[in-house]
């Protein structure tokens, strides 16, 4: 079996140059590290203020939405309803 130099040539120049575009475009798809940073970090809920809930709920307090759910939390996947029966796909498993 014999390799074509040509097709050779041609994959590892196209790796090279798909390498050196992510090399220089790299630094400006990149997130400043401050925001990096500032992701990473946590905050208390009482700095975060009101979060618009949409279709007429309004807007509320991130400390009030986090009582509600610490209050009521949601119910366990099993207690709430029986698991659905499997999808049969092409007659197999």
Do not use: K
Not at 83 to 92: D, I, L, N, V
């Amino acid at each position: 079996m014999r390799v074509d130099t040509a097709s050779v040539i041609f994959c590892l120049g196209a790796l090279l140059a798909s390498l050196a575009v992510a090399w220089l475009a790299f630094p400006h798809a990149a997130l400043p590290e401050a925001t990096v940073e500032a992701a990473t970090a946590g905050v208390p809920a009482e700095s975060l203020g009101e979060v618009e809930l949409g279709d007429g709920f309004g807007r509320l307090p991130v400390v009030e939405l986090l009582g509600y759910y610490l209050e009521n939390p949601p119910a366990p996947a099993g207690e709430t309803a029986a698991p659905a029966a499997p999808q049969r796909r092409f007659g197999g498993c």
